[in-house]
């Protein structure tokens, strides 16, 4: 993966050159994702080198988050519900895109303040700590909606049970909450990257994958939570959580392919009815 240089701000910098409007009327996130998302960060949060424990950092940041983009004060127990995953009140949009902010901006500098215990550099190990709460929180998904995942895709049958993977993952995504009103992964495509035109029909899809070695897809999100969080981390520390994406991408990976969007994508710039993500998928 490319080493990418981003010119980092302070978070009151960025809110006030990217405001979101659009995400002041918070809406509720359903329980079971939120239970799902807290085991996922949480246990890569305290597997983190050096790591005690103590959440008094994390409080402070998610306090000042929510003052600074939302102009409103944190509830006195909410890192400490979303910890124990007490959901007795549901935690809203606009918590849960702090929480997300604020614990991995956390544990993007615990690997930062301790980079000579891992083994690559900082921005390969910050995108493996999303990789691995990725992949525990579509463990939770996978058997919870008992998705039926092919082995390979070199057939037509394979190809129709990964799309409708893919759609009741969607759906599970819409109706928790995570995304807003929007879910769409399409394999028919025809977009300008990086000085050339990509055109790809459905129909192509396994035979681009089988014979080019490679394949595309895009990834349409509309209203995802943290998209604010997204933009912010991006632009103050260089990486963002990419929730949906990195669970996509275990999706993929558990049928032997390699698949994620492209290295240079940047969550500022796009409305927030409708973020897109080019994807590149590869047999592994």
Request: charged residues 25%.
């Amino acid at each position: 993966m490319e080493e990418l240089f981003v010119v980092q701000k302070h978070l009151n910098q960025i809110v006030e050159e990217q405001p979101f409007p659009d995400y002041a009327k918070w809406w509720n996130l359903g329980s079971v994702f939120s239970e799902f998302m807290s085991e996922s960060i949480i246990s890569q949060w305290f597997g983190l080198h050096h790591n005690n424990g103590d959440f008094r950092l994390v409080k402070n940041e998610v306090s000042e988050y929510l003052k600074v983009v939302y102009g409103r004060k944190a509830r006195v127990s909410l890192v400490e519900d979303f910890v124990n995953k007490t959901f007795s009140y549901p935690i809203q949009s606009g918590e849960f895109d702090a929480l997300s902010y604020s614990f991995y901006r956390s544990a993007f500098q615990f690997i930062e303040n301790h980079l000579k215990e891992y083994e690559q550099s900082l921005t390969r190990e910050r995108r493996r700590f999303t990789k691995r709460v990725g992949k525990i929180f579509f463990q939770q998904v996978r058997h919870y909606l008992n998705l039926d995942l092919p082995i390979g895709l070199t057939y037509e049958p394979s190809f129709i049970r990964l799309k409708a993977s893919l759609q009741n993952l969607g759906t599970f995504l819409k109706t928790q909450g995570y995304l807003r009103d929007h879910f769409d992964f399409k394999f028919d495509l025809d977009v300008e990257y990086a000085g050339k035109r990509i055109v790809q029909t459905e129909s192509a899809f396994l035979d681009n994958l089988e014979n080019n070695g490679i394949a595309y897809a895009l990834y349409e999100m509309g209203y995802p939570a943290i998209l604010p969080s997204a933009v912010y981390l991006y632009h103050t520390i260089g990486e963002a959580q990419h929730h949906s994406s990195r669970t996509i991408e275990e999706l993929f990976e558990l049928m032997g392919y390699e698949a994620r969007e492209t290295d240079d994508f940047d969550p500022m710039g796009y409305p927030s009815n409708r973020v897109v993500e080019l994807w590149e998928i590869r047999k592994c």
